[in-house]
């Protein structure tokens, strides 16, 4: 009886030991916005944003990741440098909800079966594509959705990440994304049959918005162990 615990606690510690293919975790951050309202510096937290992520660890230099993201956004000109959007005083509130596939690739070998605590640096990218209110201004001069487009945008994302025991990833990153869109901040509205005032656009028309969402990951590791093969 005692060799047959011994095996069973044998085998349960080696499914354990191997079960660290996959990640599923949660994502909890600052958000801020660079566009034609507000202040322009990257790196300037103004909201908080939140949304899962899920990676497949394909080889121990590599991930295909997956995340959904929900990302408030705002801009506020008293906030600005520039003096003229600070007398133009305009402000605005917006949500983006991101939906973001592409590789993760770890600067040092990622091996969560060695044994040994991992750390290393990394770089994401991939495609995203997200849904947003399209905003455009009413005669009060308030901001006012009139339609939930979709566009994409290039996510770039640097961050460091390091294991925590045998199950458990804890991850630090700062991401940017270069959208397709200028109207994140109602500065360029597509439609012009709106029911507000004419002459819409404002501020610099030919450069698109950026949104910022610098993060903590947390992710729990599971599966069974990858052969690391010919890929």
Not at 94 to 108: A, C, D, M, P, R
Request: net charge negative; proline share 3%.
């Amino acid at each position: 009886m005692r060799i047959i615990y011994i095996l069973i606690l044998s085998f349960f510690a080696s499914v354990s030991a191997f079960a660290q293919t996959y990640e599923l975790g949660l994502s909890l951050g600052t958000t801020n916005f660079v566009g034609d309202v507000g202040n322009t510096t990257y790196i300037r937290p103004t909201d908080i944003g939140f949304g899962v992520v899920a990676k497949w660890n394909r080889s121990k230099r590599h991930s295909f990741r997956f995340s959904a993201l929900y990302i408030p956004v705002s801009g506020d000109d008293s906030e600005a440098d520039d003096i003229r959007k600070q007398n133009r005083n305009f402000e605005f509130e917006n949500s983006v909800k991101e939906l973001s596939l592409g590789i993760e690739y770890t600067f040092l070998e990622w091996d969560l079966h060695s044994g040994q605590k991992q750390t290393t640096p990394y770089l994401y990218t991939g495609i995203t594509a997200f849904s947003y209110g399209a905003l455009a201004r009413a005669t009060d001069g308030s901001f006012k959705a009139y339609a939930d487009p979709w566009s994409m945008a290039i996510p770039m994302i640097l961050g460091i990440k390091t294991s925590m025991g045998r199950h458990m990833v804890i991850s630090f990153e700062l991401g940017a994304r270069y959208t397709f869109t200028d109207n994140i901040d109602g500065s360029n509205p597509e439609d012009l049959e709106l029911p507000v005032s004419k002459n819409l656009n404002f501020g610099n028309l030919n450069t698109n918005d950026w949104y910022f969402f610098s993060a903590v990951t947390l992710t729990y590791t599971f599966g069974r162990r990858p052969c690391y093969c010919g890929f």
